[in-house]
Nanobody, 123 residues
């Protein structure tokens, strides 16, 4: 099992940027594919981005392409989500997730989850 802790969320004005971090422990990080998801009040959990164990492959939600970038530093057991040009509709709890094997856009395929961090974008 792997433990995940998100950081970097908060309140930002529309058009601003945030970089979320997710620190992993408890399992060899470089063997894990990582994903970011988000969940807004009253809505289902939504895929944001995912990255392969090596960082060579990434996937993004179509609605967020061009505004978010996922990256990882295996030496530091950390995955990042850079978010730019934020909009009020990006307001949600953002969750980091891990799975062995290939990256996935499906939340049900991930076996470990962080507690999530709030991102609020004001208009």
């Amino acid at each position: 099992q792997v433990q995940l802790v998100e950081s970097g969320g908060g309140l930002v004005q529309a058009g601003g940027s945030l970089r979320l971090s997710c620190a992993a422990s408890g399992r060899t990080f470089s063997n894990l594919a990582m994903g970011w998801f988000r969940q807004a009040p009253g809505k289902e959990r939504e895929f944001v981005a995912a990255i392969s164990w090596s960082g060579s492959r990434t996937e993004y939600a179509d609605s967020l392409k061009g505004r978010v970038t996922i990256s990882r530093e295996n030496a530091n057991n950390t995955v990042y989500l850079q978010m730019n040009s934020l909009k009020p509709e990006d307001t949600a709890v953002y969750l980091c997730a891990a799975r062995g094997g290939y990256l996935s856009v499906y939340s049900e395929s991930y076996t470990s989850w962080g507690q999530g961090i709030q991102v609020t974008v004001s208009s």
